[in-house]
């Protein structure tokens, strides 16, 4: 069971939830723990809905409060920001999907961690995300897929990349709570996870080679 802020999420109390993000933050509680909390109760969230104790409003309502959440910690994130940026990031959400929280949070976390994080927004066709590439030449290329036919997307998006002579020059990173080794093999990524955190420190990785 999460703690007091992922309870008042899961109970969908939005002025608790962004009282006590802030509350929390200027205390100077990471803003890391902070969402790994609220993530917590967005899981039961799910659970209640999938049980049919949640409609979709609530839902969508929960989704709504946790991008918020996400929006009030920007500023603290800039807190723990090295000045340089270590690297840059493709972002998006694959066509056919408009699932955003898990991606947002993946985004935040690399902002803090003092990555350039270009995010294209949710649903996004496969040939925005080489023309990005192509514009940026990021070192990182990350899509985020929360459901299955969506994997065909992230496939066309890989191809895409090898086809424009793109794809050698980033890491092809997939993350989202569907998403397995597995498919990672289908689609030809570098990387998967399940964890933002586990994400960020692939990155931190790659770029500074421990
Ligand atoms: C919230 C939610 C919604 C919200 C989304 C709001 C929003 N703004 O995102 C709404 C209500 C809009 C929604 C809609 C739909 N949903 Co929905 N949704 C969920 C739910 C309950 C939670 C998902 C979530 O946000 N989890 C919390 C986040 C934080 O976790 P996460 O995404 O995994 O992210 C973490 C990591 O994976 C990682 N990460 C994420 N992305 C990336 C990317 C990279 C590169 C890296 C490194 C890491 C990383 O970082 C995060 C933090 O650690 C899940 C059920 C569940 N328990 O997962 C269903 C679920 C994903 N939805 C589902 C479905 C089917 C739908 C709909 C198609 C329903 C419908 N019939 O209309 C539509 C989608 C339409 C579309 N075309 O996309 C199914 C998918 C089933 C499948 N296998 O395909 C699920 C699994 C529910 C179910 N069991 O049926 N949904």
């Known amino acids: 069971m999460p703690e007091e802020l992922g309870i008042a999420l899961v109970e969908l109390e939005r002025d608790k939830v962004e009282e006590a993000v802030k509350s929390k933050a200027e205390k100077g509680e990471s803003p890391i723990q ?8 967005m899981i039961i969230v799910g659970e209640r809905f999938q049980r049919g104790d949640y409609y979709l409003a609530e839902l969508m309502l929960a989704a709504e409060i946790l991008n918020g959440v996400t929006a009030i910690l920007e ?10 940026s270590l690297g840059k ?6 066509k056919g999907d408009i699932h955003d929280l898990g991606k947002n949070i993946f985004a935040s976390l690399l902002k803090a961690h003092g990555f350039e ?8 066709d496969p040939s925005l995300i080489v023309a990005k590439a192509t514009e940026v030449r990021p070192d990182f290329i990350g ?12 496939k066309q998006t890989a191809d895409m990349l090898e086809e424009a ?5 980033s890491k092809l990173m997939i993350g ?12 030809g990524a570098d990387f998967q996870t399940l964890d933002a955190t586990e994400g960020v420190d ?8 421990r």
């Open 34 to 41: 902070i969402l790994e909390e609220c993530r917590r109760g």
């Open 143 to 154: 899509l985020s897929v929360l459901i299955t036919p969506t994997f065909a997307s992230m």
């Open 202 to 209: 692939y990155c931190i990785k790659v770029k500074k080679g």
């Open 89 to 94: 990031m493709v972002l998006a959400t694959p």
């Open 117 to 124: 994080v270009h995010d294209l927004g949710v649903d996004v």
């Open 75 to 84: 500023p603290y994130m800039a807190n723990v920001r090295p000045s340089e």
């Open 165 to 169: 002579g793109l794809r050698s020059q």
């Open 176 to 187: 989202g709570g569907v998403t397995t080794p597995a498919v990672r093999d289908y689609v």
